[in-house]
Each structure stands twice: as structure tokens, then as C-alpha cells.
């Protein structure tokens, strides 16, 4: 019994990567428990054991996905770097992991209330540290000051959401839309010293 409980435990992290995966590429609403465990090559019993129903699968997968994320971004802030290359490598990741998603999986992921109730609480959660990080952005040089950065959230949340509903992803891609969105965005509140770390970082990856 231990043995199997251990190799249950095992398989989680391998059944939400594979799940997410499959999520993202297909949007969430074309993807089956069935097809999870088939790509698996585990039982459908086994998939139920651990994850009673799709939303609950998915909510687990949005949390891992976003741990990860905050693990990569703390390990990159602890290297020495400043304010700005913290926000143009955040914006580096979030751009790579939405690269190859079907725009469905954002569309869809706001129509299950889980996930909906989680995101606002880890968007109130986060409220503090932003306000925090971006004090030492100004501090330090890097950020304007006569901004209401808790507007400018606002503000592009609502263009990310109408543009998922919006015929512009018939034109261009999701990635192509965020890239000069968030470019355009992080040159517009960033001081001329910010700026310059912009375009030091980016053009060091290319």
C-alpha cells in the first residue's frame, strides 16, 4: 500500500504537466480525462483516484504552473539583478509559456469559478509585493513615479480579456499581440535608465 500511494504521489507531477500541456494546445473544453490518461498510458481509474474531475485537474495545474514561475523568478531576483530585468525577464517567461497555446485555453480557463475565485485571490495576494517592488523600482531609478501603477493593472487587464474576445487573434497571434503590448508597456513607465536595461537585456538574448 505505501508502494502504491509512492508511485501515485510520483505520478502527479507527470499527469499535470501532461494535462496542461494538452490543455494548452487544444483548449481545455476538447480535452477529456480519457485523453489525459490515454497520452499517460495510465488507467482512467488510476486519473480518478488522484483528480476526482477535470476542474480540480486544472486548478492544480494553474497553481503548479504559477509555482514554478515564482520559483524561476525568485532564483533569477537572487543573482543580483534590478528591478528592471526582474520585470523583463518575468515578461520573457510569460511570453514563452503562452508561445504555442491555443488562445481557447485563456478564453475558456475564466468559465470555470475555481479558477476564476483563485486568480483574484492571488491577484489580491500579490497586491502588497507589487507595490513593494515597484517602490524599489522608483527608488533605485528604474520606474516613473507619477504613475498609478494599480490603474495600469487594471487597465491591461481589461485589454488582455477584451482581446481574447475580440477578432484580433483572427489577424495576429496571442504571442504577437502580448509581445508588442507589453514592450510598448514596459518602455511607457520605465525611466530613461530603465529603458536602457530594456533594450541591454533583450538584445543580449537575441
Known amino acids: 500500500m505505501k508502494e ?3 508511485y501515485r504521489q510520483e505520478l502527479r507531477p507527470r499527469i499535470l504537466e501532461t494535462a496542461m500541456t494538452l490543455f494548452r494546445k ?13 497520452t499517460l498510458g495510465i488507467s482512467k481509474r488510476t486519473l480518478y483516484e488522484l483528480y ?5 485537474l486544472l486548478l492544480e495545474g ?3 504552473e504559477y509555482d514554478e514561475q515564482v520559483s524561476h523568478i525568485r532564483w533569477f531576483a537572487l543573482s543580483g539583478r534590478n528591478e528592471m530585468e526582474i520585470v523583463a ?11 504555442d497555446t491555443n488562445p481557447q485555453f485563456f478564453i475558456e480557463l475564466h468559465k470555470y469559478e475555481s479558477i476564476k475565485k483563485h486568480l483574484l485571490q492571488r491577484r489580491d495576494s500579490q497586491r502588497q509585493q507589487s507595490i513593494e517592488f515597484i517602490n524599489n523600482g522608483i527608488a533605485h531609478g528604474y520606474f516613473l513615479k507619477d504613475i498609478n501603477y494599480d490603474l495600469l493593472v487594471e487597465l491591461s487587464d481589461v485589454l488582455i480579456d477584451n ?3 475580440h477578432d484580433t487573434l483572427r489577424k495576429y497571434s496571442l504571442n504577437e499581440i502580448l509581445r508588442n503590448f507589453t514592450i510598448v508597456l514596459m518602455r ?11 533594450d541591454e537585456y533583450y538584445n543580449g538574448l537575441r
Open 4 to 6: 502504491l500511494n509512492s
Open 26 to 38: 487544444h483548449g481545455i473544453r476538447q480535452v477529456k480525462m480519457d485523453d489525459i490518461a490515454a
Open 52 to 56: 476526482a474531475n477535470k476542474e480540480k
Open 62 to 64: 494553474v497553481i503548479h
Open 89 to 99: 525577464e518575468f515578461v520573457r517567461c510569460k511570453l514563452n509559456a503562452i508561445q
Open 163 to 165: 482581446v481574447l474576445e
Open 188 to 198: 511607457g513607465f520605465s525611466t530613461q535608465k530603465g529603458i536602457n536595461v530594456i
